[in-house]
């Protein structure tokens, strides 16, 4: 018995859909797709922001005029004590230095409070008065006075000219002289008459300084507002002045 010629497409009769409890439906379905995607950027923005960079909003005046209030800026995170260098805009956490001394003992921001700050977190905005950001003018080692005979401020026996401080303001008005301890950062505000930086903490344990290991990252550029888009570059003359080996 010869084989017949295959049934035409057109010819073939298609078999009954199911019907009953067993029918399924051939509408595609609509899972929830914006859901997932809005889950993914929130996982890859947490990531970005735990390990690479941050956002900051700036409140304060102490670092005018080279970051206003109102700034927001972006702080590269992969950076270490080794990799710092005098001259550049730091952002640290203050919770032990800074923070902890002028923080009332009764002061806490309550269940709420902190929840909506860790939430704020996740999107770059800062809430707290933990962090601060300033300008690493001593790192280990080194001897910082002011000031000079000529007014300026002095590291390892070199002036610094510092044009990036508020016109009008002296490089300090309260004296001082001190070694930097090692692991610990002297840091300061541009705004040197509006900034309660190192020179503020003299008499607190660690002498004003700050720990290398609190340094959240380095300031690296402003997106926000955008008529100051930019980078933060470091001073050379600050960071060329050889360093003291600590022991």
Not at 22 to 28: G, I, L, N, Y
Not at 32 to 39: G, Q
């Amino acid at each position: 018995m010869k084989p017949g010629p295959d049934p035409s497409p057109h010819d073939a009769t298609a078999a009954p859909a199911p019907t009953g409890a067993a029918a399924v439906s051939e509408r595609p379905r609509r899972g929830p797709s914006w859901l997932l995607m809005l889950a993914v950027a929130l996982l890859v923005m947490a990531l970005v922001r735990g390990f690479l960079v941050q956002s900051f909003y700036v409140p304060s005046g102490s670092m005018e005029p080279t970051i206003v209030p109102g700034d927001r800026i972006l702080v590269n995170k992969l950076v270490d004590g080794s990799s710092l260098q005098r001259g550049d805009v730091v952002v640290f956490d203050g919770t032990t230095t800074f923070a902890a001394a002028e923080r009332k003992p009764h002061e806490d921001k309550g269940i709420i409070g902190r929840a909506l700050a860790g939430a704020a977190t996740l999107l770059g905005v800062q809430l707290g008065e933990e962090d601060f950001v300033k300008r690493v003018i001593g790192l280990p080692g080194d001897h910082v006075v002011c000031c000079a005979p000529d007014g300026r401020l002095e590291v390892n026996g070199t002036p610094v000219s510092e044009p990036y401080i508020e016109p009008g303001d002296k490089p300090s008005e309260l004296t001082f002289d001190i070694t930097v301890p090692a692991g610990r950062l002297w840091v300061m505000g541009d705004h040197r008459g509006d900034s309660a930086d190192s020179r503020s903490h003299l008499g607190d344990p660690g002498g004003g300084t700050v720990s290398v290991d609190d340094v959240v990252g380095r300031t690296v550029a402003r997106y926000w507002p955008l008529d100051r888009i930019g980078g933060f570059g470091t001073p050379q003359n600050l960071a060329d002045i050889p360093r003291v080996a600590t022991r």
